[in-house]
């Protein structure tokens, strides 16, 4: 119990306790005691732990003495001694790094060989000697610097990751220490790192039965939030640019990838086995079922669901394996490579904008051929964070200056922006791919950059003509995409055509404890009801009628909508991020759960829609992008808070 105070709370006298009372037992259990192995080893354990706090080397040594000592009483059967061989091994590690004695290394080595031949090949605990074993090799390459050991370390680094007894937790840390530690030795395996992480990430996700716990599962490994850009960053610096694309795309929107699956499109099965078609159909509608029960707040009825997901999940497997036999559906629901992506860019390139601590750069995939890397010298992770958070408080300064003040702070930001962002892209686009003005452009910001408004980035300067050098919208059209495949799949459900209807929803009047009332809503509903034609079937839900089932069912039976209210992204829960109607909140998981293949074009005149998650940026997970997953081809959304009245404005203006 003082062990793990100590280690919740870090107070030093709980651990010198607890290593007082160990040696107080140990003299109660003398050498021929039966348990004295026992105590030997937890007065070892907490010597160590105060070694690692301290950093006092006679705890260390005192630690390897008693090690030492509990391996002696210990049957070389004994389920448990593998553990001690463990715990001498990385106290020599911890040993050699300060006193560059090579035999301590040596015998840290040899331990845990001892231990990994005493386990059967699938043993669970043969992770752990992988573990300290990579560890041992990792040691004496940093001292030595003998590349040989390197390579033994990555090898039981790709051992343990790949060690298929122990749980996905494990094996997910493993693999992300491996791919940061081959970026620091820049070692020939991080392209294959990255992978294995992505890989393991992908499975470990796919067993949780609820959105929310994919999540959840997605956000507790350290380090793992700029997997996708590092192994993006990695990519560029190996010159595999077609890598690049697709780890960017395997690692990002990983949560909308998952979703995806349980509605793919499944025409062209049809056409070459129905059955199979119809009986991953079936499948499918079962786990969207399980699914949702899984988050039920009752215990016993949310582990029931929990237990048939797991039992579909492993039929929709099964059925899957049945399909990829089939000719011309090898790579059935498989990542999507370079050319599966390269669709994206059908109507216009897409420029994937990539920011890792590793370096900053772009890359844009054009309509055909290979991929183009576009230098940002300029620009570091940190420079990007800080622009960041400088456009949020220009922003916020903006909406309390008046209309005629110039927002010069704001004009020193977007020029920063075209200067050291947008410009070197330009370049290559007029000048390497000839893309003629007025083009069609896509944006896929990662990380850091999906928070600049990279769209309206601006030279603010004036020629000497007296013209005015032209801004990127005077340049290209720009529109902006969370991932290569929304695009895709956005474009695939645009082959079947519906009479048009649009819907105007608004809500200016939420009530109690819900906002502000929003007195420019009405009038932006009937400004906007006049712009559509008069043939077009137009209803409008507002006031009351603006309930949560209302707005949903509005939502489902129109092609177009227009939504006014107020926008509400939850930083610790994006799932529960919601439009605010007269009852209940419209919440994104609401959104996700429907799907209406036939919708075309949601405009989001709320705050706050298309914001990112803090915890999983790269998973773009906003109101904007659970409608575009529910069927809108095209949505437009806010970074920020946004006036009701300025709104109303720029619906007009873009209409």
């Not at 990579?134 to 039981?156: C, K, T």
């Not at 793992?224 to 795309?249: G, H, M």
């Not at 610790?572 to 036939?598: A, G």
Request: aromatic share 6%; with cysteine; hydrophobic share 40%.
């Amino acid at each position: 119990a003082l062990i793990a105070r100590f280690n919740k709370r870090g107070d030093i006298d709980d651990i010198t306790r607890a290593i007082s009372l160990f040696r107080e037992a140990l003299t109660l259990r003398p050498p021929e005691h039966p348990r004295r192995d026992t105590t030997l080893n937890n007065l070892a354990l907490a010597l160590d732990t105060r070694y690692k706090k301290l950093h006092v080397i006679e705890d260390l040594n005192e630690a390897i003495d008693r090690y030492r000592e509990c391996l002696r009483l210990t049957r070389h059967d004994h389920p448990e001694r593998h553990a001690t061989l463990h715990g001498l091994s990385a106290s020599l590690c911890s040993r050699f790094m300060q006193t560059r004695e090579n035999e301590d290394i040596e015998e840290a080595i040899n331990l845990c060989r001892e231990s990994l031949a005493a386990l059967s090949s699938l043993h669970p605990n043969r992770w752990f000697s992988y573990t300290w074993l990579q560890e041992a090799y990792l040691s004496r390459y940093r001292i030595l610097h003998d590349p040989a050991d390197l390579s033994l370390a990555v090898e039981n680094f790709r051992l343990a990751s790949r060690h298929p007894t122990q749980g996905f937790p494990d094996r997910i840390e493993e693999a992300i220490e491996w791919a940061r530690q081959a970026e620091v030795y820049h070692h020939e395996s991080a392209l294959e790192a990255y992978q294995t992480c992505f890989e393991l990430f992908d499975s470990h996700v796919m067993t949780r039965s609820s959105i929310t716990s994919r999540r959840e599962a997605a956000t507790a490994f350290r380090g793992a939030q700029s997997l996708p850009v590092d192994a993006a960053s990695c990519a560029i610096r190996r010159d595999n640019l077609r890598r690049a694309v697709e780890f960017v795309e395997q690692g990002r929107g990983q949560q909308w990838s998952l979703a995806s699956r349980l509605r793919t499109p499944l025409e062209d099965l049809k056409s070459a086995s129905p059955q199979l078609a119809q009986k991953l159909l079936e499948i499918n509608k079962r786990l969207s079922h399980a699914q949702g029960s899984a988050g039920s707040a009752d215990p016993a009825t949310a582990d029931r669901a929990a237990t048939e997901y797991r039992r579909l999940t492993k039929q929709w497997e099964a059925a899957v394996a049945e399909i990829r036999n089939l000719q011309a559906f090898s790579r059935f629901l498989l990542q999507p490579s370079y050319k599966d992506l390269q669709a994206a860019a059908r109507q216009g390139p897409v420029i994937i904008l990539i920011s890792s601590q590793y370096s900053c750069s772009a890359i844009i995939v054009p309509t055909s051929g290979e991929p183009h890397h576009v230098s940002l010298p300029s620009v570091a992770l940190l420079d990007l964070n800080n622009l960041k958070d400088r456009f949020a408080r220009a922003i916020r300064h903006a909406s309390i200056m008046g209309p005629k003040v110039p927002r010069n702070d704001l004009i020193v930001l977007l020029r920063t922006v075209w200067e050291e962002i947008m410009l070197p892209i330009i370049n290559v686009l007029e000048h390497i791919l000839k893309l003629k003005h007025g083009s069609r452009i896509w944006l896929c910001p990662t990380a850091a950059f999906t928070s600049i408004p990279l769209h309206a980035a601006h030279p603010f300067q004036t020629r000497a003509d007296r013209s005015k050098e032209p801004c990127l919208e005077d340049l290209y059209i720009c529109s902006y995409t969370p991932t290569l495949s929304a695009l895709v799949r956005s474009r695939q459900m645009m082959k079947k055509r519906v009479t048009p209807s649009f819907v105007t929803i608004g809500q200016g009047q939420p009530g109690a404890g819900k906002g502000k009332a929003l007195l420019a809503v009405e009038s932006e509903l009937e400004l906007v009801r006049k712009l559509v034609p008069a043939t077009a079937n137009r209803p409008t839900i507002s006031g009351d009628a603006a309930t949560r089932a209302g707005a949903l069912e509005a939502l489902e039976e129109n092609t177009w909508v227009h939504l006014a209210c107020h926008g509400k992204q939850d930083p610790t829960q994006p799932y529960n991020s919601h439009f605010v109607m007269r009852d209940e909140h419209l919440t994104l998981l609401d959104i996700m759960e429907k799907h209406v293949p036939h919708a075309e074009f949601a405009f989001l005149s709320a705050c706050h829609t298309a914001v990112g998650d803090k915890e999983t940026p790269d998973e773009v997970i906003h109101l904007a992008a659970g409608l575009q997953f529910s069927g809108f081809k095209s949505v437009i959304g806010t970074l920020w808070e946004v006036d009701d009245t300025v709104a109303k404005h720029i619906a007009n203006v873009d209409k």
